[in-house]
């Protein structure tokens, strides 16, 4: 087996493999004998027609073809040993004869990266500023989520919370909302569920059940029902005060092992500054990473890419055929 090579641009590699005439000889025998076993031939049993009538009844130039399909990948391994190439990728047949057997492949070879003067990139990085702002936003925070709810024995007012369930139908009677043990903030010009509720219910007391109509605004969920009017059947089962705590060393003292509000403040002041450094540092490091990309040179040989995005496609191809 004779083989040569010849550097290409774009880390790829030429290779060219000449097998010996004694080989061929021996792999299509093999290749007859193949063929033997898988066709029927008058005068003989399967597998047992000699090499010479396999060849004149199939034509050498078929035996030839079925030897060179049992060859490739021995003589390509062993091409790619001998000359101590390691590929990258599985190599691309360019051209190939029979007689004599000849391969000739592109064979794609790690790419290379040169990252240019990289030490001297230099990028200064930020400090971590923790705000009075930051601070007083993330207590404002925890007096939200510790607020207490009331139960109130008078009319609800704005701010107010309620508890209540509700029924709404269309002019056609289909029901276009329906909730039971529902909570709500009576927050002015609320569109929650729809515009107008809010002030529709405000004043209610609990054991209450008011009834009114509403337009459902334009974007409604259920398109047939848009801009059209609707009935509700509302009833009150609750009305309770929203009790938000002072911030003060007892809302400390709640919340965890503080003994003042001080000591939350430096605790909070503390987390944000963490976050605060992991977030900078993890920006810090993407722009450095970025910067030595873009002045980094890559040579990568095309027919990975190739087969890479051939892949892609297949893949893609794939999911549209199961989703269909």
């Keep these: 087996m004779i083989v040569t090579t010849e550097p290409l641009e774009s880390r790829q590699i030429a290779v060219t493999i000449v097998v010996d005439?004694?080989?061929?000889?021996?792999?299509?025998?093999?290749a007859a004998r193949q063929i033997a076993r898988d066709a029927r031939i008058p005068g003989f049993r399967k597998g047992k027609a000699p090499y010479d009538v396999i060849v004149q009844r199939f034509g050498e130039g078929t035996v030839r073809r079925e030897a060179a399909d049992l060859l490739a990948e021995d003589v390509v391994r062993e091409a790619l040993?001998?000359?101590g190439i390691e590929a990258y990728a599985p190599g691309e047949l360019t051209e190939f004869t029979l007689t004599p057997l000849i391969y000739k492949l592109t064979v794609p070879l790690a790419p290379t990266?040169?990252?240019?003067?990289?030490?001297?990139?230099?990028?200064?990085?930020?400090?971590?500023?923790?705000t009075k702002k930051k601070v007083?936003?993330?207590?404002?925070?925890?007096r939200e989520d510790n607020t207490i709810f009331e139960s109130v024995e008078r009319p609800s007012a704005w701010d107010d919370g309620l508890a209540l369930d509700l029924?709404?139908?269309?002019?056609?009677?289909?029901?276009?909302l329906k909730g039971d043990g529902l909570h709500m903030l009576l927050e002015a010009g609320s569109t929650d569920p729809v515009p107008g509720f809010a002030e529709a219910i405000v004043g209610a007391t609990a054991g209450e059940e008011r009834t009114f109509s509403l337009t459902l605004p334009p974007d409604f969920p259920q398109e047939a029902y848009r801009?059209?009017?609707a009935d509700f059947i509302v009833t009150v089962n609750d009305v309770y005060n929203q009790i938000i705590p002072d911030l003060d060393d007892d809302l400390a003292r709640t919340v965890g092992s503080f003994e003042s509000l001080k000591e939350l403040e430096d605790d909070i002041r503390d987390k944000i500054r963490q976050v605060s450094r992991a977030e900078l540092d993890s920006e810090y490091a993407n722009q450095v990473v970025q910067a030595i990309i873009e002045q980094a040179q890559v040579d990568f040989p095309p027919m990975v890419l190739e087969q890479e995005l051939d892949g892609l496609v297949k893949e893609v191809e794939r999911s549209i055929k199961r989703e269909g």
Excluded: F, N
């Design 113 to 130: 990266v040169d990252l240019g003067d990289y030490r001297s990139y230099r990028l200064k990085p930020k400090r971590v500023r923790v």
């Design 136 to 142: 007083q936003e993330a207590l404002e925070k925890i």
């Design 167 to 176: 029924v709404a139908r269309a002019g056609d009677g289909a029901e276009v």
């Design 227 to 229: 801009e059209q009017d």
């Design 21 to 30: 005439d004694g080989r061929t000889q021996q792999a299509m025998r093999r």
């Design 81 to 83: 040993e001998q000359e």
